[in-house]
């Protein structure tokens, strides 16, 4: 089983960045891909991006494409999210997420992902 915290959300600027943390709990947090999505309010949740196993594979939704970076650090069981140039549209609340073994992909639908965490909310105002 994983548990998954999320931090770093907050209230920022257009045009600023954030870097959300994920921290996962598990022995074996590197067999696993991990993903970001978010939901609005009133929106269906959408995918933001994903990372496999040893971060050789990610992939990102093309709102956020050039914008947002994901990445991984395994010895510290931490995925993060760098938001940079953001705009009042990526204001919602954001989830991390973990598949289970062996993670050799980035999946990018929600269905494939076993563990989630409870969100952090990311606001960017005017």
């Known amino acids: 089983q994983v548990q998954l915290v999320e931090s770093g959300g907050g209230l920022v600027q257009a045009g600023g960045s954030l870097r959300l943390s994920c921290a996962a709990s598990?022995?074996?947090?590197?067999?696993?891909?991990m993903g970001w999505f978010r939901q609005a309010p009133g929106k269906e949740r959408e995918f933001v991006a994903a990372?496999?196993?040893?971060?050789?594979?990610?992939d990102y939704a093309a709102s956020v494409k050039g914008r947002f970076t994901i990445s991984r650090d395994n010895a510290k069981n931490t995925v993060y999210l760098q938001m940079n140039t953001l705009k009042p549209e990526d204001t919602a609340v954001y989830y991390c997420?973990?598949?289970?073994?062996?993670?050799?992909?980035?999946?990018?639908?929600?269905?494939?992902?076993?563990?989630w965490g409870q969100g952090t909310q990311v606001t960017v105002s005017l």
């Open positions: 997420a973990s598949t289970g073994p062996p993670g050799r992909r980035a999946p990018s639908k929600s269905y494939e992902y076993d563990y």
């Open positions: 598990g022995r074996t947090f590197s067999n696993y891909a």
């Open positions: 990372i496999n196993w040893n971060g050789g594979i990610t």
